[in-house]
T-cell receptor
Framework: AQSVTQPDIHITVSEGASLELRCNYS??????LFWYVQSPGQGLQLLLK??????LVQGIKGFEAEFKRSQSSFNLRKPSVHWSDAAEYFC??????????FGAGTILRVKS | SAVISQKPSRDICQRGTSLTIQCQVD?????MFWYRQQPGQSLTLIAT?????????ESGFVIDKFPISRPNLTFSTLTVSNMSPEDSSIYLC???????????FGSGTRLTVV
């Protein structure tokens, strides 16, 4: 069965520092991969997605993610974090039948 | 992408009662989804609601507990029935856009059962 693992429950970074959030997936075929962000009291907003092609994907708000098939990973990165990036981040895989399977989420805290 | 209005945004309910959550979309969509996000947990798909047919429930979710209506292509409701404190969660509506996996999510309903 498809699954997504986000090993870090909480991450704290200083404003201006770089960020990497980890995501590992389990899926038999070529995966469709997503990163969503959820701010308090808000719904989920799509940051970026990977379907095929270039394994380095650019998203909104300066985020990017790299698909590495050999490692079954789809880590999210940002070179310089802003205080407004504090939120919860979810990695997800398209599980067939138009379903999404989500990871447990990583809460990002930004310290000034 | 579609704009979703989900109501109520939050509610506190007594155990044993039911709450109906509404999801209104500003455009016609074929597929609508209901998710549950328990405290400190990830999102779990409850069911897929297609207009004109019965909702399809995921393992662990049943129609008697979470009846869903989908009367037209822009509206759906999810009812949480006979609530217990374990039902305290955020419930989110989601719709699929033109592209496969092009999902938009509502802002959620934060339910607390006391």
């Amino acid at each position: 069965a498809q699954s997504v693992t986000q090993p870090d429950i909480h991450i704290t970074v200083s404003e201006g520092a770089s960020l990497e959030l980890r995501c590992n997936y389990s899926y038999g075929a070529t995966p469709y991969l997503f990163w969503y962000v959820q701010s308090p009291g808000q719904g989920l907003q799509l940051l970026l997605k990977y379907f095929s092609g270039d394994t380095l994907v650019q998203g909104i708000k300066g985020f990017e993610a790299e698909f590495k098939r050999s490692q079954s990973s789809f880590n999210l990165r940002k070179p310089s974090v802003h205080w407004s990036d504090a939120a919860e981040y979810f990695c997800a895989v398209g599980a067939g039948g138009n379903k999404l399977v989500f990871g447990a989420g990583t809460i990002l805290r930004v310290k000034s | 992408s579609a704009v979703i209005s989900q109501k109520p945004s939050r509610d506190i309910c007594q155990r044993g009662t039911s709450l109906t959550i509404q999801c209104q979309v500003d455009s016609q969509v074929t597929m609508m989804f209901w998710y549950r996000q328990q405290p400190g947990q990830s999102l779990t798909l409850i069911a897929t609601a297609n207009q004109g047919s019965e909702a399809t429930y995921e393992s662990g979710f049943v129609i008697d507990k979470f009846p869903i209506s989908r009367p037209n292509l822009t509206f759906s409701t999810l009812t949480v029935s006979n609530m217990s404190p374990e039902d305290s969660s955020i419930y989110l509506c989601s719709v699929q856009g033109r592209h496969r996996y092009g999902y938009t999510f509502g802002s959620g309903t934060r339910l607390t059962v006391v």
